[in-house]
């Protein structure tokens, strides 16, 4: 069998480009995720928007699907739907010729959805392909609301950590290495790191373990990684207990009045 010559992400947006430009419906084009923090490597993938009429979003899609086979048959199509964005509908795409690591995440945002994703310190800057319309609202951050949302968070965390933990020691108590490690990582761990980037990063205290190596200081990051890394059930309850430690400490000075 013949191999194909494979094809980047360069190609990709510069057939979608073509393709979707011309769409009276379709108003603009743009990529986010690692590009919109400088981050982008061989392995990111490609984060696409595109903004349309409300009523074209199925029009949209079949658009977006004919411009990807213009550069490469479909491999996968992993349909969404609807989010729980209102107006926001999402599909991923991986392409035969291209890396498995370029994989599709595509968004159609409508006109009325209330979140565009364009916030930049949520988001990341928008890297424009097309864009029609001179103004796109870009929504100011609500560091007011941020701030409120992050402080019933913090509440919350604890209660999450006080009443959850035990789920850790019951499964140490029978030996249950599996359950015993996966409580751990989702209660104990999962609670720590959002602590963590509630200090560090606010904006992005729901991201969990996303970006968690460009946006957590290097000796955190390496802290953390010895909790993740765990041998056996005694290394399980020595780092169970450590990591509750660490977030004992950081919820009291995340509490602190002032």
Same mark, same amino acid.
């Given at each position: 069998?013949?191999? !194909?010559?494979? &094809?980047?992400?360069?190609?990709?947006?510069?057939?979608?480009?073509?393709?979707?430009?011309?769409?009276?419906?379709? !108003?603009?084009?743009?990529?986010?995720?690692? &590009?919109?923090?400088?981050?982008?490597?061989?392995?990111?993938?490609?984060?696409?928007?595109?903004?349309?009429?409300?009523?074209?979003?199925?029009?949209? $899609?079949?658009?977006?699907?004919?411009?990807?086979?213009? =550069?490469?048959?479909?491999?996968?199509?992993?349909?969404?739907?609807?989010?729980?964005?209102?107006?926001?509908?999402?599909? $991923?795409?991986?392409?035969?010729?291209?890396?498995?690591?370029?994989?599709?995440? $595509?968004?159609?945002?409508?006109?009325? =959805?209330?979140?565009?994703?364009?916030?930049?310190?949520? !988001?990341?800057?928008? !890297?424009?392909?097309?864009?029609?319309?001179?103004?796109?609202?870009?929504?100011?951050?609500?560091?007011?609301?941020?701030?409120?949302?992050?402080?019933?968070?913090?509440?919350?965390?604890?209660?999450?950590?006080?009443?959850?933990?035990?789920?850790?020691?019951?499964?140490? %108590?029978?030996?249950?290495? &599996?359950?015993?490690?996966?409580?751990?990582?989702?209660?104990?761990?999962?609670?720590? &790191?959002?602590?963590?980037?509630?200090?560090? %990063?606010?904006?992005?205290?729901? $991201?969990?373990?996303?970006?968690?190596?460009?946006?957590?200081?290097?000796?955190?990051?390496?802290?953390?990684?010895?909790?993740?890394?765990?041998?056996?059930?005694?290394?399980?309850?020595?780092?169970? =207990?450590?990591?509750?430690?660490?977030?004992?400490?950081?919820?009291?000075?995340?509490?602190?009045?002032?």
């Amino acid at each position: 069998m013949a191999a !194909h010559a494979p &094809i980047g992400r360069d190609e990709v947006l510069e057939s979608l480009t073509e393709s979707l430009r011309p769409l009276p419906y379709a !108003h603009a084009l743009w990529e986010g995720g690692a &590009i919109g923090y400088g981050r982008l490597d061989e392995w990111s993938d490609l984060d696409l928007y595109l903004l349309v009429d409300d009523d074209r979003v199925g029009d949209a $899609f079949a658009a977006i699907e004919r411009a990807l086979e213009a =550069a490469s048959p479909i491999a996968i199509k992993y349909d969404i739907g609807q989010t729980p964005h209102e107006g926001v509908h999402q599909a $991923f795409y991986r392409l035969r010729d291209t890396s498995e690591f370029l994989l599709l995440d $595509f968004a159609v945002v409508t006109m009325g =959805a209330p979140d565009k994703f364009l916030e930049p310190m949520m !988001h990341g800057e928008p !890297h424009f392909l097309f864009r029609k319309l001179a103004e796109i609202e870009v929504p100011p951050l609500d560091t007011a609301a941020l701030g409120e949302r992050v402080r019933k968070r913090v509440a919350r965390l604890r209660l999450r950590m006080d009443v959850f933990h035990v789920f850790v020691q019951k499964e140490v %108590n029978r030996r249950h290495m &599996i359950e015993a490690v996966d409580a751990y990582r989702i209660v104990v761990l999962g609670s720590l &790191i959002e602590l963590l980037r509630i200090k560090h %990063n606010p904006v992005h205290h729901e $991201f969990q373990t996303r970006y968690l190596y460009s946006e957590l200081p290097s000796d955190v990051v390496g802290r953390l990684e010895g909790l993740f890394l765990v041998a056996d059930m005694d290394d399980l309850v020595r780092k169970y =207990a450590s990591a509750r430690s660490w977030f004992d400490e950081l919820h009291a000075e995340l509490s602190a009045p002032g």
